[in-house]
DNA sequence: CATGAATGAGCATTCATTCAT
DNA sequence: CATGAATGAATGCTCATTCAT
């Protein structure tokens, strides 16, 4: 505000620091919480004990469990987005877009769960991943498939059914690939890649 | 309450009876809220709420809330299990075997859902099913899956990817065929069916 | 809910009256406490520290705060109403209604505070009771002040302010009366009485 | 800091000026706050939130809420003292002293008022006015009542029930004032008027 | 065995107050 | 002095679980 202290003062700014780095640590708690516990199960405690701040602290960053949470899907979506996109642009035909972002969605599920995942026996088996990043890769493979379909470069098939059919076998796919050490992406993407086209090939065209 | 059983049966195993209907009642009672409310967010009190016994009394069947959820899986799975295994026996070939057996799957969930669903629009977006039986179902699906490969009646390829694939798609599918009314059994299986019987020919065979 | 049971058991109603006893402990220590800090001041948790009840058991009797305030509200205004009721009925005229009427008010008065009162130094100087029982009472009397004006057998004056100058009166008075020991209600029923009938003849009739 | 810079000081005051108007502004918002939410269910946030000051600069002012009401109310009393004396000191006799007190008294109420009242229908009925001002000026009425009968001007009665027996009326004849729109001043200085003195002469004179 | 009141740990959230900047 | 983020005690309330009846 004052712009004298301004030039005085490169210190100034060591609150901003603070703040972010707080909201970072915050995030960072959460991500490995909602990992561990999912959703429901975690509590906003749960995230702050996961940081060395006070619990009133949290509800200076955050309203809700909730709006964390969006946080967390909103930064999975960003960084997904481009990759998905890039994908896309690069592709030369569908069976190539297909690859690409298998590739590029087992990628980002490797970078993202390289950190520490849920322990390998589920109290809850096998319920799914409900962590926000999921749910926005989810979200954005999906419209990618339909929108596939709609502009014509994906055959003429039940576009609902097959983003379900596509996000469901990559979804599990890829937690059996992370549970190979070292996961390996290459392998599940071709894998995924072969069962996909296969699988397009022998759908019946809609009417 | 069954007056017929009544009358033949002096008054031994009265208390048998209204043990097992007791037992029954509370999970009759399970069964609709955690379909309604989802595992984690409904209660034990929830859910004797929907009996008519009392609070302790459930504390004479089961220890806790996942002590129920539990009994409910096995339920699930003891009725599914011997469909999936009668489609087996009846399969003239893999591919009859995977037609039979998503027709078996998805009838299976219609039957199982046909009561009454969550509200349609779910608070957190896209979270699987965490419903005991679907999580029955699934384990009894994968195995199928992974014994049919094991016996070389299908195809040799990765049999955990392969089903993974499967049960992700399938679950997902299932998902997306039950927000249809009427929720069509035939339209799904017949997609899934193509679709795997599609995938799995493009597969890459193992060395 | 068995008969014979109930035949044996006198001893039933145990729970019952624990029941009752709980619940009379919690309106008890509640009037204490709303005595004591004040509606908004006082808490739940003051409430039951008040007891010996653990915090949970409070709400198996009322759902909030509000709640019991209400419940001690109607129990003050079932007892005084009553009393007010027989003043009205007993009286010959305006002036003795007047007269009985004070001297009900101030005996109630006595007998709801001869437990404990506030300190008499306040926190908070001279807001007046917010207890339950005098809003109940409160009440009651502009009621009842109301509708002898509205019957016609008081003075035909402003029948609002009239209601609240003697409101506000009496209630200030019984204050200043519950400070000596011992409350005097004669002399405060007398002042007051004399004050409101000559403040009465005193005022403008309305056209 | 710069102590030099208030000796030599053509600035000088500039400080002493932006701490007066801090300070005149956490008054000014206290005021609107206390009027609107009461002083229990008020907050410091909601006071501090009524200025352009940090939350921490309220804290260089006042030391807690309770401070910041008994400056509100040291404020009133202030005002209001003067106005009472004056009334005091024009009187010609006890009868008109009661008169100028009580239009003096219902004029302060409508002016500290007019700016925005509680919202019109309270959640606790009939629970009243807490702001710092009113209980200043009953304070001041109160000694007014009690200093003129010790000084013989008025009345032998009992000092301390008379005090309280006006104060209560006035009190509550205001809030019933403030309730009407406009709020009439004349009508209920009229009516308190009449009330009390119609109400001394019906007193018994004390032995 | 059924009952349902009691329990108390636990949760989300608010708020006065402090203190580094 | 002003600032506003951090603090953590306190609050209302829920819920699984126990246990006397």
Redesign the interface.
Known sequence: MTEAADLLAPQEGKRERAKAANREAILEAAKKVFAQL????ATVRDIIRGTELASGTFYNYFRSKEEVFEALADDGARRFRPILRAARDQAADFEDYIRRALIAYFMFLRAENQAEGRPVSER?????A?TPQA?AV??EVREGIEDAIARGVAPNV?A??LA??????????G??MLERTPPDVE??S???A???????????RKS
Do not use: K
């Open positions: 999912g959703y429901e199960t809850r088996p096998h319920v799914h409900d749910i989810y979200n039940d609902d059914y379900s059919a596509c996000i469901g076998m990559a979804q599990e796919l937690a059996a392998g599940a071709a894998f995924a072969a069962f996909v086209l296969g699988g397009v090939a022998g759908l019946p």
